[in-house]
């Protein structure tokens, strides 16, 4: 049960990273997707369907980078100038 609840939180987070909104000229700037978000996602997809189980630190390692990486394309949402 831990194996499976891990992989599939890694995949969550990641999955939140690559759809979260971001500033307008970033390559990951969320929803709509570009050509590298659809990449970013199959990436996160295979990562939780074909490689093996992480261990548990790096796992913690992971979802920590992750939640760096929302947190940056958060704040680079919310201070990016509006468009127009």
Known sequence: MTVLSTRWVLAAV?????????STGQALA?????????LGL????YAAVALPKPGWR?????????????GLKLAAAVTAPPLG
């Open 42 to 45: 199959a990436v996160v997809v």
């Open 58 to 70: 790096s796992a913690r390692w992971l979802v920590l980078g992750l939640a760096i990486v929302i």
């Open 14 to 22: 990641g999955t939140i990273a690559a759809l979260a909104p971001g």
């Open 30 to 38: 969320g929803v709509p997707l570009s050509a590298a978000g659809v």
